[in-house]
């Protein structure tokens, strides 16, 4: 259960409201709620605040203006609702302050691992200045390579030995796409032969360990045609 950390929610949509609320009180956090922009910034100036779900179309003030006026105020994990799907509202959401991007319609079960990713990631990790000497950080993911150890929201990952090697190669090269085939080489230590499907299993298993949604994985992640890269955050 959570420490009675306060959450705003925050929707012109009262049953999505009244949704998410019922299953955040249900794991123990406190529920602020407000149906628009301007009530969201009276709300965020309450002490116990530690986590901000906003939507992005709102009346009196959208989403992302409110955002920007919190945050002259206070730094808070803020993680945007919207119904718009379209990679660039996402970079734009993300660009004006807020940690996190979820699109309607969403499941609350994810809503809910997200807030606490979220909640860890700012109470336990605290800043880049937290993690250890050398380690990589990357969003939710930190990688240490001398104890060839990753956590993700500061908590150890169980990899294999096959699975660190991959973790490795990629978190050393965040952004750049792999063929299946030189992963294979460089951490089997082989020539690949048929490799793709011997791959495409470790990386599958290891979305299921560090991905908040498998299905659609933030960070590890399949380049059609060509291969599979980490994505920088």
Do not use: C
Not at 22 to 36: P, S
Not at 120 to 134: C, E, I, K, M, S
């Amino acid at each position: 259960m959570a420490e009675q950390a306060a959450i705003l929610v925050v929707d012109d949509d009262r049953e999505i409201v009244g949704a998410i609320t019922a299953a955040l009180e249900k794991e123990g956090y406190r529920v602020l709620r407000a149906y628009d922009g301007m009530e969201a910034l009276d709300k965020a100036l309450d002490p116990d605040l530690r986590l901000i779900l906003m939507d992005v179309m709102m009346p009196r003030l959208d989403g992302l203006s409110a955002v920007l006026r919190i945050r002259e105020r206070r730094n808070l994990p803020v993680i945007l609702l919207s119904a718009k799907s379209e990679e660039s509202d996402k970079v734009l959401g993300l660009s004006m302050g807020a940690d996190d991007y979820m699109t309607k319609p969403f499941g609350i079960q994810e809503l809910v691992a997200r807030v606490r990713s979220q909640l860890r990631r700012y109470t336990r990790l605290g800043d880049v200045n937290a993690a250890p000497a050398g380690a990589i950080v990357n969003g939710r993911l930190v990688y240490d390579p001398d104890r060839r150890a990753l956590t993700a929201d500061g908590d150890e990952v169980r990899l294999t030995a096959t699975e660190t090697g991959i973790v490795d190669l990629l978190m050393r090269n965040l952004g750049r796409v792999f063929p299946a085939e030189e992963i294979y080489r460089r951490v089997w230590g082989e020539d690949a032969f048929a490799s793709d499907n011997t791959v495409m299993v470790h990386i599958r298993r290891i979305r299921e360990k560090i991905e908040l949604n498998p299905r659609e994985p933030d960070y590890l992640k399949v380049v059609w045609g060509i291969g599979y890269k980490m994505e920088k955050k």
